[in-house]
């Protein structure tokens, strides 16, 4: 309700601030907890199918956070106007984010080759992961951190950011207050 009518609660500008409302059987609580089953479904949240409609009994469900990661609206930083598709140097790299893991699909020539690979790949993803994991391509490597060393970035506070990919999935390592940790961490990660 805050994120819909309360223009200084966190999020209002994704919200309410682009006119998503809650509907009116759903001002009451009674109502809202009749509709979507009494209490809240451990390690699920409310989601509304269709993200530009307001929250409703039609357009909403209980979802996991993965699951809602696929209904989320493109970043505002976005210069590909694809979900998923971001460019890099003169080609457009497809990506698939799942349960905290990064997935590189490929590199493409064009924005519509890269839209049309990770779609094939969600949908292959949502038969068989394992199938579809297996069959991405060798990850490009490449090294533009200013560290110096791959998978090692400064973080604007003073630390360091780890991350590594193995087998085309990208691995969110952790965050370490020195350098160092952050080299250890990253050694780590690659014996394992």
Not at 13 to 33: H, L, M, P
Request: a positive charge; aromatic letters at 14%; hydrophobic letters at 30%.
């Amino acid at each position: 309700m805050a994120r819909c009518y309360v223009p200084m609660a966190p999020g209002y500008e994704s919200y309410g601030g682009r006119g998503i409302t809650v509907s009116d059987d759903w001002q009451s609580f009674n109502k809202f907890s009749t509709d979507m089953g009494g209490e809240k479904i451990a390690g699920m949240s409310l989601d509304r199918i269709d993200n530009d409609a307001d929250y409703s009994f039609e357009n909403c469900k209980w979802s996991s956070r993965s699951d809602q990661m696929l209904n989320r609206r493109q970043f505002g930083n976005n210069a590909s106007g694809e979900t998923g598709v971001v460019k890099i140097a003169n080609r457009f790299e497809a990506r698939f984010h799942y349960n905290g893991v990064r997935y590189r699909i490929g590199r493409y020539d064009t924005v519509a080759s890269a839209k049309t690979a990770r779609s094939d790949f969600v949908k292959a993803f949502n038969l068989n992961q394992e199938a579809a994991i297996a069959a991405i391509s060798t990850p490009t490597v490449w090294c533009t951190s200013k560290t110096k060393v791959r998978g090692i970035s400064k973080h604007k506070d003073g630390g360091f950011v780890v991350r590594a990919s193995k087998n085309g999935v990208r691995y969110y390592i952790g965050y370490f207050q020195t350098f160092e940790e952050a080299c250890d961490a990253r050694r780590e990660f690659d014996k394992s």
